[in-house]
Nanobody, 121 residues
C-alpha cells in the first residue's frame, strides 16, 4: 500500500492550497484517513481526520479555514486550506487506516511521504 501526497507549495498569507493524497496497492478497504503536519522543531500533530462515512474531526487551530473531504471510489483524501497563516507552515502528511486484500479482518496505518507547505510573504 502506498499513499502519494501532492499539492504543497509556497503561498502568501491569506492564500489557499489544496492537498491531495491518493492510496494505491492491494487495498480491501480504507477506514479513517487523516492529515497531520510537522513544523520545524515541533512534534507531528493531527490536523484533521475523516471516517469512511464522512465524520470529521478538526484541530481547533484550523477550524473554519481547512476542509477535509474524501472520494472513496478514488481512494483519495483532500485538504482544502484557506486563509493560510505563517503558523500553518509545515510538512503535511496524510495517513490512512487500511485493510489489505490478504488481511481483510485487520488494519494498519500507512503514511504518505509528506508535502511541504510554506506560508510566507
Amino acid at each position: 500500500v502506498q499513499l502519494q501526497a501532492s499539492g504543497g507549495g509556497l503561498v502568501q498569507p491569506g492564500g489557499s492550497l489544496r492537498l491531495s493524497c491518493a492510496a494505491s496497492g492491494s487495498i480491501f478497504s480504507i477506514n479513517d484517513m487523516a492529515w497531520y503536519r510537522q513544523a520545524p522543531g515541533e512534534q507531528r500533530e493531527l490536523v484533521v481526520s475523516i471516517s469512511h462515512g464522512g465524520t470529521t474531526k478538526y484541530a481547533d487551530s484550523v477550524k473554519g479555514r481547512f476542509t477535509i473531504s474524501r472520494d472513496n471510489a478514488k481512494k483519495t483524501v483532500y485538504l482544502q486550506m484557506n486563509n493560510l497563516k505563517p503558523v500553518d507552515t509545515a510538512v503535511y502528511y496524510c495517513n490512512a487506516d487500511v485493510s489489505t486484500v490478504i488481511q481483510i479482518y485487520s488494519s494498519r496505518t500507512y503514511w504518505g511521504q509528506g508535502t511541504l507547505v510554506t506560508v510566507s510573504s
